[in-house]
């Protein structure tokens, strides 16, 4: 099966002042095209650098990083740009979406970086809403949706542009247990019948265990991995 | 949902106060149109104004009368083409607040001196002929309902006036434009006191290179009499009545300057913050793989769209404003001022200044955050 995430030897320092702080030191790791894969790791271990760093967020110190055989870690900031609108869609612990648009607008908002039509859009936006079951909210603002509505909205709009990788931040760490399991559901189902392939940041063990893998992450190092029930 | 969308979504972000800063900038460009129109309305009467025609008045401060025998001497000094009498008395037309101007002359040696006055030859012939005769500038006889036969009878401070309507002329200096010419020998007889004096002597030049000298020549002609005169070209003379009221083009620059400083301020301090409230939204644009340039762009189209549309409906305000601020200067001949191209261009001109120089620094801070320290709070 094709690899879709690679990082050999990656390595991430930030500076403070005077200070270097390594954040991440000489990860490898892989992750299948389709497969679900969480990072856990206690605060301040570098799993969300870690993440960022596959979402073409930030760029390694050194080390290379390889999503579906192209390297992203030699791409300049304009090439990384326009290669997150194409192949990452991100899903946020606090959703992070438009509060002054409506959720279909918010699904559509990536879309307005394609040659699509207005009408495509809002078609392709609709159909996103549809596919997390939020169609009948589509003119409901944020502020007019519970938190599992808006992190579905979130979800729509990280799918909208038909990404080859999800890239999740806690996306369930501002829900409760219900809505998280609804939100970790419809994931793990994008994951399945989508052919997704998700990389997911979670404190949660319930959420990791969704995942069909799970890598520990502790002080910049990738620690152990363990098999999940979405195996 | 477009660009365009996602610009009005951030203006409606806080609808009160994108209102209120648009508000500030409409005010701060009715003061700006109204000064930079007030301005060039100035510049464009200065550069109107004939030197070819010399104005004597009265060198003594407060505007003392000068001897009528003056226009028959002036008339005979080398160069001059032309000089008419000049005496200026304000006639009530049936309602003490209906004020006419009506200017006591020579018709005939007026129209010689302002060949640019456009009146029938033979309505002036007949007006020149008869000495209760009254030619009538063509706005006031349209005010008035005034034409040609029609009898007048004016109230003046020292007695009436009877003057006949027997022509109908058109000015093309807008303090003429309300203003009725009569014979000044008519005006001289029915005033109580000042008689055989005039308010000043308007004279035309053969050459207009030569118009300082015959003003110094009309001058030294009357040095050591009684009434010693002051003559001086028609621009010269509306810059010093400008300059009375201060140098017009530092007060309107310096007030210029204060506006935009705190125009750019103001703009820049409240798109600031609304930048500063969306940097976690421009971070998740920047995330979802918007180009620096569509933010930036983003960014100063908000700028513009508040500078510009307010900016527009300031000067709008200013230009319906400039008439009646004018009135309020009726002596130096603003009537007509207007907002001239000139300066709504200049209005425009500005506005995108104050939106580039505000937004310029917001836009590249809000295109060059870091992503994912943005995110992480």
């Known amino acids: ?231 | 949902m477009s660009y365009a969308g996602l610009v009005w979504a951030a203006l409606r972000r806080r609808p009160t106060r994108t209102v209120l800063t648009a508000l500030s900038v409409a005010a701060a460009f009715v003061v700006l149109g109204a000064l930079l129109g007030f301005n060039a309305g100035v510049s464009a009467l200065l550069d109107s104004q004939q030197a070819t025609v010399l104005r004597v008045v009265s060198r003594v401060a407060g505007g003392a009368p000068l001897p009528v025998a003056y226009t028959q001497r002036i008339q005979t000094v080398r160069g001059v083409a032309s000089a008419a009498s000049a005496v200026l008395v304000f006639g009530r037309y049936q309602r003490p607040r209906n004020v006419i101007p009506v200017l006591g002359t020579d018709m005939k040696a007026l129209f010689t001196i302002y060949p640019r006055f456009a009146v029938p030859a033979a309505q002036l012939a007949a007006a020149a002929s008869m000495p209760t005769a009254a030619l009538v500038a063509r706005e006031l006889a349209q005010q008035q309902h005034w034409k040609v036969g029609d009898r007048i009878a004016l109230r003046t401070a020292t007695g009436d006036l009877e003057l006949d309507v027997a022509g109908i002329y058109i000015p093309d200096d807008p303090e003429l434009a309300t203003w009725i010419i009569a014979n000044y020998d008519y005006i001289n007889a029915s005033r109580p006191r000042d008689k055989d004096t005039v308010m000043g002597i308007l004279a035309s030049v053969d050459d207009i290179a030569r118009a300082p000298e015959i003003s110094q020549a009309i001058d030294s002609l009357f040095e050591n009499s009684l009434y010693p005169t002051l003559t001086e070209t028609e621009r010269q003379y509306r810059v010093s009545q400008i300059n009375r009221i201060g140098d017009i083009g530092l007060v309107v620059n310096a007030i210029v300057a204060a506006v935009l400083f705190t125009l750019l301020f103001l703009t820049a301090n409240s798109l600031a913050q609304s930048v500063r409230e969306r940097m976690g939204e421009l971070a998740v644009l920047k995330a979802l793989g918007f180009p620096n340039a569509a933010l930036q762009a983003m960014v100063l189209t908000e700028a513009l769209a508040v500078c510009a549309t307010a900016g527009i409906a300031g000067l709008g305000i200013a230009a319906l404003l400039l008439p009646a601020l004018t009135s309020n200067f009726p002596t130096l001949g603003l009537r007509s001022l207007h907002l001239m191209h000139g300066a709504f261009l200049e209005c425009i001109g500005l506005s995108l200044i104050v939106a580039l120089a505000s937004g310029v620094p917001l836009a590249r801070k809000a295109s060059h955050a870091d992503v994912a320290k943005t995110l992480s709070g």
């Open chain 1, 1 to 231: 099966m094709l690899v879709m995430v690679s990082l050999q030897n990656v390595t991430k320092s930030y500076r403070r002042g005077h200070d270097s702080l390594t954040v991440l030191q000489s990860v490898s790791l892989q992750a299948r095209e389709g497969e679900f894969l969480a990072l856990m790791g206690p605060s301040g271990s570098g799993k969300t650098t870690l993440l960022n760093l596959i979402g073409g967020l930030s760029r390694p110190d050194s080390g290379e990083i390889l999503i579906a055989d192209e390297r992203i870690d030699r791409l300049s900031e304009q090439q990384l740009t326009r290669w997150r609108a194409r192949h990452v869609g991100f899903v946020f612990q606090f959703y992070n979406l438009l509060p002054v648009l409506t959720a279909e607008q918010n699904v559509e908002v990536p879309l307005l970086l394609t040659q699509l039509s207005r009408k495509d859009r809002r078609r392709r936006a609709s159909a996103s809403l549809e596919l997390v079951g939020l169609a009948d909210r589509a003119g409901h603002k944020p502020a007019e949706l519970s938190g599992g509505q808006q992190q579905r909205v979130a979800i729509a709009r990280a799918m909208v542009s038909d990404p080859t990788l999800l890239v999740c931040d806690e996306p369930t760490g501002d829900l409760d247990r219900k809505t998280a399991d609804e939100i970790l559901v419809l994931l793990q189902t994008l994951c399945r019948e989508r052919r997704k392939t998700i990389v997911l940041v979670t404190h949660d063990p319930r959420a990791a265990a969704v995942a069909e893998r799970t890598l520990h992450v502790d002080k910049g190092s990738i620690e152990r991995s363990a098999a999940g029930r979405g195996t």
